[in-house]
């Protein structure tokens, strides 16, 4: 029997709505450096954020956009029912010490630099299933503790080649819910998760390839499941593809037959960082969709300059061990649509 | 991928190919004459600076030319960990590539930046494990390629 919240081969329908009522983006000052800088709730100077290591930087960021997330929708972490996190570190251990200042039932989640969106989804389907009230999404990334874990340390001079991307440091909050006294900043309306699509990349200083042909994947597969196509959302918004994914992109959906026209298209690693910020081609990791999406993007939907929107974020669930050993990198990306109350 | 044996099929492969050279021709390449001349320059430079401490350990200090070797080897490991320490050898090292880390300026910053970096981890399993996580294989195959040049050496006086 066909579930009757699906629709098509991969997409869930979530017929209640289910709304975000805050969300909140705490960056880095690198970050607050660039284009962005006046959509963040805080702009946090010090790197370490009054810490000792990276690690617990990342974390109090974590913990910071989740606590001010909380308190702008008008609740108390009593009333917040579940709260998913996720972060790039080893045993996601920014996400799971940011919880445990939280007091809230935690899911920590990994899906990469698609945790935003994977949470969302997963949030989503919790409260339109009336498991949960109020689900909280967190994720976060920081440059140094990525750096030290996935390449070199801080300090090494090394060249880092022009496809390379700049991990963000910073840490994004959504509230997601069904209670009807909160405010509407948009809903949730469709979740199409991804699949794993690995195109045999090996380079873990490109990033936006091993990503794009999943990307590709799944825009195509939610089109086709929902029958809609890019005159139906304001902007499709990808998570971290930044210069070379974005154009691996545009010239798989032309492919496909699908061209994608770039002035309907956001890539959040390419809108958080100016050129002349020395990132090569652009930001990445979870803080950077966060970021983007809790900040700049909200902003737009409490503006009403945006109606509807597909914020479908990237990961390359890569991991220092797989490279090693020579295996390629599996991409993936997920999916969620975002609209305003009319 | 759990079939040891199993290859691509053709249709698999080409599709991969194809892909693979989409990335290359959309992936910027590294500026190659750029980087040519900043590492020539730079590590000309660090070059440079050696002989002067050579030059001065000859005539102002009375060592011999071999003590005066070490001395600007001494001088140039000190003035990167020196430089790494207060975060300003990774910017030379992005700026100039292979012109920062072939001299044995490049040998101090890879010992000194996992120093600093895993310290925080404690003196033991930190500093002491993850001390040599990058000049480490340099150590062991450089110790090796020289042992196996050293008896080709014996074996080929000539």
Redesign the interface.
Known sequence: MMSPNRIGQSTILLPSRPRIAASAAIAGKKEGEGPLSSDFDAIIEDDLFGEETWEKAESRFQFAAADACIRKAGLTGKQVDIALGGDLLNQIMASAMAARELHIPFLGLYGACSTMAESLCIASMLVDGGYARNALCTVSSHYCSAERQYRFPLEYGCQRPPTAQWTVTGAGSALVSSDDTLPTLCRCTHATIGRIVDMAVKDANNMGAAMAPAAADTLARHFADTGRGYADYDLIITGDLGQVGHDVLLTLMQERGLPLDAARYMDCGLAIFDKEQDVHAGGSGCGCSAVVLNGHIMRRFRERTLHRILFMATGALLSPTSSQQGGTIPGIAHAIVLEADA | MFDKNAKPSPARQQ??DR??Q??DR?????PMLQ?LLRAFWVGGAICCLGQIFIEIGLSWLNMTSTAASTFASTMLVFLTALL??I?V??????YA?AG??VPIS?FA??M???A???R?EGMVLGLGAKLF??AGPVLVWGTSASVVVGILYALFPW
């Open positions: 599709q991969l892909y693979s989409l990335v959309l992936s910027p390449k590294s980087g790494t320490g975060g050898f990774d910017k030379i090292g992005q590539g920062a880390f490049g910053n890879a000194v930046s996992p600093m970096e895993f925080r996580t990058i």
